[in-house]
């Protein structure tokens, strides 16, 4: 694992240099086909780590889901023109494909020598059970929090405009209704208490014990807001949700899955989630069975795209909407490269940071710069649509994100960073550090290893609020008392 870090970390500095000392130039096939290469390289060197990571259930661990989606943003459009699949002047800015190419090898050799740094660590650490934390959760006070956000969610948004898919489709939530926006939060955040402080409650047991292991009201409450966002559209919610049931299994039972029964799972959750994304682009006007009556017909097609005359294909129809967030990379680059635009050295991470405390938006916004500098979502659909009137977003992703405050050398630093968390999030739930129990740890991994598909086409440091929220709730109704020698 020394041999992976040392020749992961020469490669992201060469293509750092590659990328500080070459300006936007037309699309070269040569060197967009050499950088997929190396990502091809790249991606056998983190296998070859994580093979000796002491990690189980390697397969579907945490990271694995991260990097597959990192990569999908990073290289499948780009493996698309290379195949000649695409035309290259269906891009947003063609001359800035080749540098998208570089810092993509940057990106993804950056976490790969993050990650099996902290592997070569913890690999040669023999952990046992040295010591548990005394718990004894307050489920009761824990399930009313949930009802009470829950409730705040539905009102908030506006219980008809969720079921319509109104609220999603008219924009970015967050504008429509400040209560709902932090019931929604909360409840995610009580969720993962109560997965964090059940898994202490039942060890080793079957999926279905598992699950009567949570009070019963917060099992009827769970399966409403998944219906409810289903139903609106949203898939994010969707995933990490059931992710976070899965992860949780997975830490409390110690059993490894099924490859045959995991790539079933994987098959029906891809068809279902498209599905979802295909009928919330549909007018409101129309019924819900009908939305998905069509949406599934479109799916069988090729997908939403397969109906737009400008679709051309791809290389892996499944993840084409995912890899549709390089966008925001060449945006970003251009922004900077070709527009001559300012980062924001640190201000959108502070930003990210701050939403951890309620209402600091406040607080932050006195700080004279321009709406769109505060976060990378806002400055994409500011460059994008040339101004802040849209009725929907772009999106982000997190090289942009990175690029954007810190530039190349922030990419380089910040996803080696990433590396050395996503092996912290493997090793809680799923290596030697289960041994030892942990509910701030587990939270924090659980949160991060539900959203692991969606983090590369956000932000990181965002997810803090709920980790923040979390651990509140922990400490206050979790019964976390000390801890005694085993």
Same mark, same amino acid.
């Given at each position: ?6 020749i992961?970390?020469l490669?992201?500095?060469?293509y750092?240099?590659l990328f500080?000392f070459?300006?936007?130039s037309?699309?070269s096939r ?6 997929l290469l190396?990502?091809?390289?790249l ?5 070859l780590t ?7 259930n390697?397969?579907?661990k945490?990271s ?12 499948q459009?780009?493996?698309?023109y290379v195949?000649g ?6 891009s ?6 080749n ?5 993509? =090898?940057?990106?993804?050799a ?12 913890y ?6 059970p ?17 009802l ?6 539905v ?6 405009n ?7 489709l ?6 429509t ?14 969720n993962v208490a ?10 080793n047991a079957?999926f ?11 099992k009827?409450?769970f399966?409403?807001?998944?219906l ?11 995933i ?13 039972s110690?059993?490894k899955?099924?490859i ?5 799972l994987?098959l =029906?959750?891809?068809?279902v989630?498209?599905?979802i994304?295909?009928a919330?682009t549909?007018?409101n006007?129309?019924?819900i069975?009908?939305k998905?009556?069509?949406a ?7 997908g ?5 005359d400008v679709?051309?294909?791809?290389c892996f129809p ?16 251009n922004?900077?490269?070709c527009q001559h ?17 309620p209402f600091s938006?406040?607080?932050?916004r ?5 709406p ?21 977003g772009i ?12 530039g ?6 910040l996803?080696?960073v990433?590396?050395l ?10 290596g030697s550090?289960?041994y ?5 740890w ?5 949160i991060?290893?539900?959203e ?5 086409r ?8 709920t ?7 922990i400490?206050?109704?979790?019964g976390?008392?000390?801890t005694i020698?085993?």
């Open positions: 694992m020394k041999s992976v870090k040392i992961s970390i490669i992201a500095l060469i750092t240099a500080m070459s300006e936007p037309p699309y040569q060197l967009c086909a050499f950088s190396v990502c091809i390289g991606i056998y060197l983190f296998v994580s093979k000796y990571s002491g990690i189980e390697k397969l579907i945490p694995n889901i991260f990097m597959t989606a990192l990569v999908v943003i990073c290289f459009t780009i493996a698309d195949l699949i695409r035309d290259i002047s269906g947003l800015y063609p001359n800035t494909i540098k998208c190419a570089f810092i993509g =090898v940057v990106s993804i950056s976490f790969n020598a993050g990650y099996a740094h902290l592997a070569k660590k690999s040669a650490t023999k952990f046992c040295k010591f548990t934390s005394v718990v004894r959760p307050n489920f009761f006070a824990l399930a009313a929090i949930q009470i956000s829950f409730l705040m969610f009102f908030g948004f506006g219980f008809s969720l079921i319509s898919g109104a609220s999603y008219g924009g970015n939530e967050a504008a209704g400040t209560i709902g926006t932090y019931g929604e939060i909360l409840l995610y955040a009580t109560i997965v964090v402080l059940s898994s202490s409650q039942k060890r079957s279905v014990v598992y699950l009567n292991s949570f009070p019963m009201s917060t009827y409450v399966v409403l807001y998944i409810i966002r289903m139903l609106s559209g949203d898939r994010g919610p969707v990490y949700n059931g992710l976070l049931l899965l992860y949780g299994y997975l830490y409390s110690s059993r899955l099924n045959v029964k995991v790539s079933i994987a =029906v959750a891809v068809t989630i498209n599905v994304g295909i919330r549909f007018d006007t129309m019924s069975g009908d998905f009556t069509i599934m017909t479109l799916y069988q097609k090729g939403r795209f397969a109906m737009d679709y051309e294909g791809t499944p993840t084409i909407e995912l890899a549709g967030s390089s966008r925001v990379t060449e945006i970003a680059i922004n900077i490269e635009d300012i980062y924001t050295y640190g201000l959108m991470h502070f930003v990210q940071l701050m939403n951890s405390i938006s406040h607080l932050y006195m700080i004279p710069m321009r769109e500098y505060f976060s990378s979502s806002a400055r994409a659909n500011y460059c994008f649509f040339g101004g802040y009137e849209s009725t929907w999106g982000t992703n997190m090289i942009a994100d990175f690029y954007w405050d810190f190349i050398l922030g990419v380089l630093i996803f080696f990433v590396g968390a996503f092996y912290k999030v493997d090793n809680v739930l799923l550090e289960r030892t129990f942990n509910p701030y587990i939270g924090f991994a659980l991060y290893a539900a692991s598909v969606y983090i590369p956000s932000t990181f440091f965002s997810l803090i609020r980790v923040a929220y979390c651990a509140v709730l400490y206050f109704f979790g976390v008392k000390k020698n085993t």
